[in-house]
């Protein structure tokens, strides 16, 4: 969302928990989920001591976009501003916003926790599930996060559909940054060959990779059907494979270029 153009520019640097995305959380919770968890992260600065008004008023002169309406204003499953995608969610805003929040206050009542309706009703929900920490010291309120966040399954019990969203995205962002080296290795070091004889520890020597990050690699491939393991003529389990051992990864480079968003430095041109 862009920032209103009017306000300074900020006094404090943003932070993002490193585990917001990974967490699964912003497919929860209403939009304004994602910039009380930026204000939160903020408040965490070990140079900072406040309440998140304070740290409202320090890093945004006090209105911030995406809070428009500070954190007293009401929570929402849209931004009022965006154009609304009617192939998307045909029915319009307003159904739609029911819809979700008919869900949303079902998830939270049948875990015993309150429907919050504003963004400071959320933060004080934050602190209920350990997403966040509030201490009063000597020299005023100190946040502060964990460094891994409770997942939402921890806490609430999803639908099937949207645990399984949930895995698949953090599976694609835990082997995403290693399947990027693996294919690099595969690509640049050795020309997109159409089949690789191998095995785990060599693969990870050339790649400087983990033996089992390699797996993982290579597990992801398959399920994504860029790639194939043999022994012999017969398809076997990644996962299953020892180390040492010796396999055949057969690559479908056209699968994989059709089906995957590659990035390219801008120095490589």
Do not use: C
Not at 17 to 30: I, K, Q, R, T, Y
Not at 106 to 116: E, I, N, S, Y
Not at 155 to 179: C, F, K, N, Q
């Amino acid at each position: 969302m862009p920032e209103n153009p009017s306000v300074p520019g900020p006094r404090r640097d943003i932070a993002m928990h490193n585990d917001w995305w990974a967490s699964g959380w912003e497919h929860v919770l209403p939009r304004q989920g994602l910039p009380l968890t930026m204000l939160i992260g903020t408040a965490s600065q070990p140079d900072f001591t406040g309440s998140l008004d304070d740290v409202l008023r320090e890093t945004f002169g006090g209105h911030w976009r995406m809070l428009a309406d500070g954190l007293d204003g009401p929570l929402t499953f849209s931004w009022t501003e965006e154009e609304w995608d009617y192939d998307e969610a045909p029915e319009g805003r307003e159904a739609s916003e029911a819809k979700r929040w008919e869900r949303f206050g079902a998830l939270l009542t049948a875990a015993g926790f309150p429907v919050p309706g504003t963004v400071r009703e959320l933060s004080e929900l934050y602190l209920t599930w350990g997403l966040a920490s509030r201490e009063e010291t000597p020299d005023g309120t100190r946040w502060s996060m964990p460094p891994v966040l409770p997942l939402p399954g921890d806490l609430l019990t999803l639908d099937a559909e949207l645990t399984e969203r949930l895995d698949s995205i953090r599976w694609t962002m835990g082997t995403g940054p290693l399947v990027n080296d693996f294919i690099t290795h595969l690509i640049d070091d050795l020309g997109e060959p159409q089949e690789v004889l191998t095995s785990l520890d060599r693969l990870a020597a050339s790649t400087g990779l983990d033996a089992a990050d390699v797996r993982l690699a290579i597990v992801e491939l398959v399920l994504s059907g860029d790639a194939q393991v043999h022994r012999g003529q017969e398809p076997v389990d990644a996962e299953r494979l020892a180390t040492h051992q010796r396999f055949r990864l057969v690559m479908d480079w056209e699968h994989f270029h059709e089906t995957r968003i590659q990035l390219s430095h801008a120095d490589d041109a």
